[in-house]
């Protein structure tokens, strides 16, 4: 490994990137004009809550949280992951690390663990937020935010934050760069219960029905900052 590679993992390089990354979205947070759909979110909110979104369009979802409600998200192990886990912590977020997987590598990514530390903190009052996609497969839903929601009894709310000002990266989960100075919206979809006894077919309407719904509020979240129709998610 290179000088270079040494230092860029380096616990003071990750913690400083990611002091510098949560004071960059804290400055994109304070110079623009939000918008709340619907603006009675609040008020109906039924904690503690999972809030699903879609990858690569997250980085805002810190500035969701309101008041003295708790909340943690799910980051991967990996290296990016450790950026965004240490930029979530300098912006209030508490984290459980661990990822699901498409290709029989759960238990290696932790998925098994951070399930179980999921459902605790749901217990405890906890909202947890988690990007819903299968890893690597953009805009699928995969089973694991229905099983959570299965398992604790605890609501889905599909939900995406969208910037009018942005840098639209052509990668695999079309990552958005919220820039400052813009306008944001932040949308949320009604709540989505799974029973507990749900079987194969009614927990596969589930994940279709929060595939569904995340793709109606990121294209209005879009629409709203846009003031146009916005781009197909």
């Known amino acids: 490994m290179s000088v270079l590679k ?3 993992a380096s616990p003071a390089f990750m ?3 990611g002091w510098l990354g949560a004071g960059y ?3 994109v947070w304070y110079t623009s004009r939000p918008t709340l759909e619907p603006a009675t979110l ?3 909110l039924q904690t ?3 809030i699903a979104m879609w990858h690569g369009q997250h980085f805002m979802m810190p500035f969701a949280r309101r008041g003295d409600l708790r909340a943690k998200v799910l980051i991967s192990r990996h290296r990016d992951g450790e950026l965004n886990a240490r930029a ?11 990822s699901g997987a498409s290709n029989g590598e759960f238990m290696r990514k932790g998925g098994a663990v ?6 605790t903190a749901l217990k405890d009052g906890y909202n947890i937020a988690l990007t819903a996609d299968v890893p690597k497969v953009a805009r699928v839903a995969g089973l694991g935010v229905v099983k959570l929601a299965q398992y604790s009894g605890r609501p889905i709310y599909p939900a995406a934050m969208a910037t009018s000002r942005r840098i639209e990266l052509d990668n695999w989960d079309r990552t958005a760069i919220n820039l400052p100075f813009s306008r944001v919206a932040l949308v949320a979809s009604d709540p989505i219960f799974v029973a507990a006894d749900a079987d194969d077919a009614a927990l596969e309407a589930a994940r ?3 595939e569904n719904a995340l793709n109606r509020v990121t294209a209005r979240a879009y629409q709203i900052v846009d003031r146009k129709g916005g781009p197909t998610p």
């Open 6 to 8: 040494r230092i860029a």
């Open 208 to 210: 279709q029905k929060v």
């Open 88 to 98: 979530a912590r300098h912006l209030g977020i508490d984290t459980i690390r661990g």
């Open 15 to 17: 913690d400083i990137a």
């Open 42 to 44: 609040y008020d109906e």
């Open 48 to 50: 503690p809550a999972i």
């Open 25 to 27: 979205l804290r400055l």
């Open 114 to 119: 951070a399930f179980s530390e999921m459902l």
